[in-house]
């Protein structure tokens, strides 16, 4: 059974830093590119970053809001996806949700805020 479960979400004070984990299970992780997209209410989803996979480099790539203070990675050895997430704002907070690219697999969702 595909699994991806989020953990790392919560609230946080503008400036303060989260770092969002996605473990995955019951597929070939290190054959996916790996993905973290948000939605905030009202919002569409957006992409934020992502990963690909080791064999090409795992090269990253951001959305320019966050470029410079979000920062993915991933392991392979455990099979995990992360997001590090610095210098939050207030217009980070939304849910996110981690994504294996080209499938539709994806996790549950978990909310981060930013407020003070």
């Known amino acids: 059974q595909v699994q991806l479960v989020e953990s790392g979400g919560g609230l946080v004070q503008p400036g303060g830093s989260l770092r969002l984990s996605c473990a995955a299970s019951?597929?070939?992780?290190?054959?996916?590119?790996m993905s973290w997209y948000r939605q905030a209410p009202g919002k569409e989803r957006e992409l934020v970053a992502s990963v690909s996979r080791s064999v090409t480099g795992g090269r990253t790539n951001y959305a320019d809001s966050v470029k410079g203070r979000f920062t993915i990675s991933r392991d392979n050895a455990k099979n995990t996806v992360y997001l590090q997430m610095n210098s939050l704002k207030p217009e980070d907070t939304a849910v996110y949700y981690c994504?294996?690219?080209?499938?539709?697999?994806w996790g549950q969702g978990t909310q981060v805020t930013v407020s003070s």
């Open positions: 019951g597929f070939t992780f290190t054959w996916n590119d």
């Open positions: 994504h294996a690219e080209n499938t539709n697999y």
